[in-house]
């Protein structure tokens, strides 16, 4: 009967320790799972708010830009050479206008950030601006058509300028290599 106790005994403690050593074992793969997925919604969130961040980003710099393109349209279709005097001032009037409804998008642009794009966008204005005086003052014969190539390529490399900039702000230069 000892004999009998001692192995119901030995086989109890045995299964008691099998059981333990599963229960230590399963809480162990539980939390190390669950660790998993907290790192994996972490990472997952982090993502989302990273991608929020770059749309918003791109919605201001794509607004700012086609805003700008169109102050471009506009300073274009003045400089022909033919044009009324009434037309020009019409046209330098609005695309003025259009220069100056520029700054609550660079607003936006500079609260976006980062600051770079926000300095491009600020530079491509003052072009637009300069293009618009020296375009006026090449009419008046203030000054000679070799200004106004010179201010057409300044303001034809702060639009390059500030595309490059918001596409390198958005990632869009990453190499794939």
């Known amino acids: 009967m000892n004999q009998t106790v001692a192995v119901a005994v030995v086989t109890a403690a ?3 320790g099998g059981s333990g ?3 230590f074992l399963s809480l162990r793969s539980a939390r190390l799972q669950n660790e998993q997925q907290l790192t994996l919604a972490r990472e ?3 993502e989302r708010r990273v991608e ?3 749309q918003s980003r791109r919605d201001a710099y794509v607004a700012f830009l086609d805003r ?3 102050v471009v349209d506009t300073i274009t279709k003045a400089h022909a050479p033919h044009l009324r005097d009434d037309d020009f001032e019409h046209l330098f009037d609005a695309a003025w206008g ?3 409804n520029l700054v ?3 607003n936006v642009v500079s609260v976006e950030g980062p600051v770079e794009v926000s300095e491009r966008a600020w530079e491509l204005r003052v072009a637009l601006y300069d293009e618009l005086r020296t375009i006026r003052a090449v009419r008046r014969g203030e000054k000679s058509d070799v200004a106004k190539a010179e201010v057409v390529d300044r303001r034809k490399r702060a639009v390059t300028a500030a595309t490059d900039m918001a596409r390198e702000a958005l990632g869009g230069n990453i190499s794939t290599k």
Do not use: G, M
Request: charge should be negative; avoid cysteine; glycine fraction near 0%.
């Open 98 to 100: 259009e220069a100056n």
């Open 68 to 70: 700008a393109d169109s």
């Open 14 to 16: 045995a299964a008691f």
């Open 44 to 46: 997952e969130r982090t």
């Open 52 to 54: 929020a961040l770059r």
């Open 104 to 106: 609550p998008l660079i």
């Open 21 to 23: 050593l599963t229960a």
